[in-house]
């Protein structure tokens, strides 16, 4: 069965804070994404990256960061954390078949 | 620019009636356009892609190239067809990259 995890389901910082978000596949995929989702925006992208230590940048990637050392991890990085990055963040990888993208179950992300 | 609009927040039935979630896109190209799903405490996953063709929980889409539009339709309306939809776009030169609309909550009451 196709698994995509993500480190915690729930995460409170404070502001200012380094926060790491990490996304593991078991599915061997070349493609992972970043989204955060928020109610009225649906879901924006990031980053993605389609290789190792390869990254792009997707339509909102200010203050964020990623990391993909590994072919089934990739990992966001907001390096100073505000309040305007509350919010929930999907990983999501596609293989061979480009346009299903598997979805991790999200980390709702709380910034105080 | 590339860019997918779903009109309706929420939208309200009744169980048995019809629903269509509307969808409109901007792309110059040939793009490909998806649904897909999120369940209540369930992942996002995808529900159908317009080339297939194919009905999937009663759901079917017609890809309009001249309206440019996508909307979803299922003739009667169950209550476990309540979720989160969105519509998504793409193109096999991006490589999986999707441009998702803001989605619409479908809630069908009993």
């Known amino acids: 069965d196709v698994k995509v995890t993500q480190s915690s389901r729930y995460l409170v910082k404070r502001t200012g804070e380094k926060v790491f978000l990490e996304c593991v596949q078991d599915?061997?995929?070349?493609?992972m994404f970043w989204y955060r989702q928020d109610p009225g925006l649906g879901l924006r992208l990031i980053y993605f990256s389609y290789d190792v230590k390869m990254k792009e940048k997707g339509d909102i990637p200010e203050g964020y960061s990623v990391s993909r050392e590994k072919k089934e991890r990739f990992s966001l990085i907001l390096e100073s954390a505000s309040t305007n990055q509350t919010s929930m963040y999907l990983c999501a990888s596609t293989g061979t078949v480009y346009y299903e993208q598997y979805f991790g179950p999200g980390t709702r992300l709380t910034v105080t | 620019a590339q860019r997918v609009t779903q009109p309706e927040k929420l939208l309200s039935v009744f169980k048995g009636a019809p629903v269509e979630l509307k969808c409109n896109y901007s792309y110059s190209g040939s793009p490909e356009l998806f649904w897909y799903v999120q369940y209540s405490r369930q992942r996002l996953q995808l529900l159908l892609r317009h080339i297939s063709r194919e009905s999937i929980k009663g759901f079917t889409a017609d890809l309009n190239k001249g309206e440019t539009s996508f909307h979803l339709k299922k003739p009667f309306a169950q209550e476990e067809d309540s979720a989160m939809y969105y519509c998504?776009?793409?193109?096999?030169?991006?490589?999986?990259?999707?441009?998702f609309g803001q989605g619409t909550e479908l809630s069908v009451k009993p």
């Open positions: 998504a776009l793409s193109s096999i030169n991006q490589g999986g990259k999707l441009i």
């Open positions: 599915m061997d995929h070349e493609n």
